[in-house]
Structures are given as structure tokens and as C-alpha cells.
């Protein structure tokens, strides 16, 4: 799982009114490069709940990938941004696409419901009486 | 055989074994990709070259989320079958992948989801496979948060199997009351082999684009892969039932069109002896014909 995904996930169990965002506890994850694409960048951001994202981040365990506030969108997509190591929108590249959580748990919010992440993949059946 | 939906529950059919199959029958891999394909050209994504964030609900080993990768897509993938997914990730797929129901609801956020397609999959949903799950409940749930979660004007895309009019009904109700605009494609209609029905989802108030598109040999045309299938022995696909669910049995064909060949030579008798002008009889009359269109 990715934080990209993490980041769209909420909690589906009966009865909890905001399952958002999911705690992540990850005792395993990688990463895969993937080409970068301003544009993809560009049509996501709006949608990306900001604050969720940062705290998967230091979930990981990495508090200098992702500044607290969100880069103006000025500074994000800069001419040439995407060229320059380290550049906001490299980092927000990598921390949305190129990390891979392996094994782990999502937890809800409100109910405290674990959902596992086992080679990769959240296990997000709910039992009978969670439905 | 029976369809899979009568057989067991998909995180039951859709065992080792049976997920063993979509990585190795080359025809199951060919037939799920022109699938697949079809269904993105109908989700009709804005022509710019930009890649957007899609969903593969009943994703299974990855055949269909591959079509929207090797488009440059991102997308996430939801399966109930652990067996499926197993094989997506030795398949190497580029999607992320999620183990749920799709009955149970997706659990997005809404309005994040650029467009979804689903393929061979939905009709599972009109199954009881518990006590506790009714078809409606699991239907509703399924499409309201399926068009909670996609923006607006997003279009969602299923390629489905009925089994019969009714299924078909309920599924395409169940959409409509979600708040979708839309209805059923159905490529070539004509042909009981390469019919396939996709149901075409538009999220939001119905516009000039929401029209539906055409069917593919929609006018009588045949598609040059009538004739494919059962070239595929060798596989000894048992799931090749899936595929060809629409091909009526040979009992129905019977019934409908040849009334046989005595009630037949009646007939013409009978018009003879009211002085009508009817063909002699010769050894071709009243024979089994092949059924074209
Ligand atoms: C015929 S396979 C197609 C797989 C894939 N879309 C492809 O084209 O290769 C149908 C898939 O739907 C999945 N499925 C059935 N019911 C489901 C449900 N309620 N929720 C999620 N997936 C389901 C099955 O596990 C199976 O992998």
C-alpha cells in the first residue's frame, strides 16, 4: 500500500461517522522508484487531504520528508522543480507513489478497529457486525 | 459446468487453483485485456495525456488493472479473493491492491476517484453467499459509495455477467438509485460468444456527454473473434463457463426455433391441401440450421 492510497482510505465500520484518516503503523515498508509526472501531481493535490499525508510521513518515521504546511502551488510546480533533487514536489512524489507500506496496520479513528497489512495489502473485510 | 456464482462463494471459487489460471491461460489473459480495454475506451477519460487515479473493483490478479497501467494510469484495486491477489502480486502489478468486499462499501473519501472499471465481477453482488447478506443491502451499499468516492462528472464502467433479465435489472436499479446517470453497452448483441454488457456510470446531473455510446455490432456486424473460444482446449479451461455464460443451452434453441421436422412436413401439407403454392419436400427440409443472424 502506498500513501497515495492511505490517503483516499477511510474506515467502513457500522455506525463511526468520521473513519478518517486511518492511523498507519507500518513495522515493514520499501521503495520503488516511478517516473514522475507533474501533470498527474498537478490534477492530485486538491484532492490530497494534506495533513493526512504528512502524518504517514512521520508514521515512517520520516519527519523531514514533508513540511507540517503545504508548499504554495507556486513553489510546487516551479519551472524545473521537478529536476531538482530534494524539490517540494520530488518529495511529494516520493512520499505519495514510491513508498510502499509491506506489513503493518491501519487504525480507526473512532472505533479503534485494526485493519491488517500483511505483504503489502490492508485486509479491510469487515466482520458480520461491523456491516 | 455451472457458472461460478452457483458454485461457491468468490473467496471460495476464486481459490489457489482457480487463480492459477490468470496467469497461465494465454485465452483468459487475451479475453480479460480486450475487456479491459473496451471498458476504458467507454470510461472516455479526458484525451490529455495526464494519468489519472482509477479503481479496479474485483481486480483478481491484476489482468484488468494492467490495461490501465500500460495506459499510465494509477489505480487501486479491490478483491475478497486472497488467492487472486497472491497471484497480482507475483504478477508484479502496478496497482495497489486491497483485500475487501465490495458488498461491504469501498471506504473512500469522497470525491477523490478520477473513474472506475470493473470487470467480470459485479454480478457476484446479486448472490446471498451468507445468511446475513441480502443481494439489495450489499447492491446499495456497493454503488453509494461507489458514487460517494468519485468526482463529479467521473464515469465508472462494469462489464458484467447476468444470468438472466431480472439480475440484469436489479444491478442496473441499484446504480440508478445511487444518484448515476447511465445505462447498459452491449457489444455485439448478435453473438452469443463475444456479447458482453458493460454498464456505464456517469456521477453527477446528467449532461450532453452523458448520452450513452453504441454498442459495438450493434447493426448485425460480427465481431471476427466469434470463433475464437474453443480453440482453447488444450487449457481445459473450466472457467471458459464464465465467459460464455450468454450462449443459451441447446435445450432453449430447440424450444424457440425448430418445431422439428414432422410438425414441419404437417404444416406444408396442411398449406398444400388449402391450395397455397409450397416448396416439394427433399432431404434438406426442415434440417437443423445453423444459427446466424
Ligand atoms: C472473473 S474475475 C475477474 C478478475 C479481473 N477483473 C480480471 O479481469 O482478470 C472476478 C473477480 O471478482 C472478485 N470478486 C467477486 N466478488 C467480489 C466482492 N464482493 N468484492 C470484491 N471482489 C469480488 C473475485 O474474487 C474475482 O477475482
Not at chain 2, 500500460?70 to 497471484?87: A, F, K, N, T
Amino acid at each position: 500500500m502506498r500513501l497515495l492510497t492511505h490517503n483516499m482510505l477511510a474506515s467502513n465500520v457500522r455506525g463511526v461517522t468520521s473513519g478518517y484518516p486511518l492511523k498507519l503503523e507500518a513495522t515493514n515498508w520499501c521503495t520503488k522508484e516511478v517516473d514522475l509526472n507533474a501533470d498527474f501531481i498537478r490534477g492530485l493535490l486538491p484532492k490530497i487531504d494534506w495533513r493526512a499525508l504528512v502524518a504517514a510521513t512521520r508514521a515512517l518515521n520520516l519527519p523531514e520528508l514533508l513540511p507540517e504546511e503545504q508548499p504554495s502551488e507556486e513553489e510546487i510546480f516551479a519551472e524545473g522543480a521537478a529536476n531538482v533533487e530534494g524539490s517540494a514536489i520530488r518529495r511529494i512524489h516520493h512520499a505519495l507513489l514510491e513508498i510502499h507500506v509491506q506489513q503493518g496496520a491501519l487504525i480507526c479513528p473512532e472505533s479503534g478497529r485494526s485493519f491488517p497489512i500483511e505483504k503489502g495489502i490492508p485486509n479491510m473485510m469487515l466482520h458480520e457486525d461491523e456491516v | 459446468m455451472p457458472r461460478p456464482e452457483i458454485q461457491a462463494p468468490p473467496d471460495v471459487f476464486y481459490n489457489e487453483a482457480e487463480a492459477r489460471k490468470y496467469t497461465t491461460s494465454s485465452r483468459i489473459i487475451e479475453i480479460q485485456a480486450r475487456i479491459s480495454e473496451r471498458a476504458l475506451e467507454l470510461l472516455a477519460l479526458p484525451n490529455d495525456g495526464v494519468p489519472k487515479l482509477l479503481l479496479d473493483i474485483g481486480c483478481g490478479s491484476g489482468l484488468s488493472g494492467e490495461t490501465l497501467s500500460e495506459h499510465g494510469h494509477q489505480w487501486i484495486g479491490y478483491d475478497i479473493s486472497q488467492s487472486m491477489l497472491d497471484v497480482a502480486l507475483e504478477r508484479e502489478t502496478e496497482g495497489d491492491l486491497l483485500l475487501a468486499d465490495m458488498g461491504q462499501g469501498l471506504g473512500l473519501r469522497p470525491g477523490v476517484i478520477d473513474g472506475a472499471i470493473s470487470i467480470s465481477a459485479v454480478q457476484w453482488l446479486c448472490n446471498a453467499d451468507k445468511s446475513s447478506h441480502d443481494p439489495r443491502l450489499r447492491l446499495k451499499a456497493f454503488f453509494g459509495s461507489l458514487y460517494r468516492c468519485l468526482a463529479r462528472g467521473a464515469r465508472a464502467v462494469l462489464q458484467f455477467y447476468a444470468d438472466n433479465v431480472k439480475q440484469s435489472e436489479m444491478i442496473v436499479t441499484y446504480a440508478m438509485r445511487a444518484g448515476f446517470a447511465g445505462g447498459v453497452v452491449i457489444d455485439w448483441p448478435h453473438s452469443s460468444k463475444a456479447k458482453k454488457s458493460y454498464l456505464v456510470l456517469t456521477c453527477g446531473a446528467p449532461s450532453v456527454h452523458t448520452s450513452l455510446p453504441k454498442g459495438k455490432g450493434e447493426d448485425g456486424e460480427m465481431c471476427s473473434d466469434d470463433d475464437d473460444g474453443d480453440s482453447s482446449g488444450e487449457d481445459g479451461d473450466r472457467t471458459v463457463g464464465i465467459y460464455e455464460r450468454n450462449r443459451p443451452n441447446k435445450k432453449q434453441k430447440t424450444k424457440k426455433n425448430g418445431k422439428g421436422k414432422q410438425w414441419l412436413l404437417k404444416k406444408k401439407e396442411q398449406m398444400r391441401r388449402k391450395g397455397h403454392d409450397v416448396p416439394t419436400d427433399t432431404k434438406y427440409t426442415g434440417r437443423k440450421r445453423k444459427t446466424y443472424f
